[in-house]
């Protein structure tokens, strides 16, 4: 859970824009580069969801965060606006939160 954790930051909240509070990652980077750079981050995404099934995540629960990881690879395709949509919309961090909330209400052995 931790590498998956740690992924989510980089991918979406690793460095914040001087002089503000905005909290940016390296999708955001990568998807300046038009096509290529969302395919590439919409595949390490896809990864992320992929572990969380290996953890044994429910259905429901990948298909939420598939759809999560859907809107930002289309959103993220249209120039300039997906950049920002990548920058605010996070959709690894709000995976994480789904795959840790649910993590939490398993019985532990």
Request: a positive charge; aromatic letters at 8%.
């Amino acid at each position: 859970m931790a590498r998956i954790e740690a992924i989510a930051k980089l991918l979406d909240v690793a460095f914040v824009l001087p002089g503000t509070n905005i909290r940016y990652g390296i999708d955001g980077l990568i998807g300046l580069i038009p096509v290529v750079g969302d395919i590439i981050t919409t595949a390490i995404s896809l990864w992320l969801v992929r572990e969380a099934r290996a953890l044994g995540a429910p259905w429901y629960l990948t298909a939420r965060m598939l759809g999560n990881v859907a809107v930002d690879g289309v959103v993220g395709i249209v120039p300039f606006a997906g950049d920002a949509f990548d920058v605010m919309f996070r959709a690894n961090m709000r995976n994480v939160r789904l795959l840790r909330r649910w993590l939490d209400k398993q019985p532990r052995i």
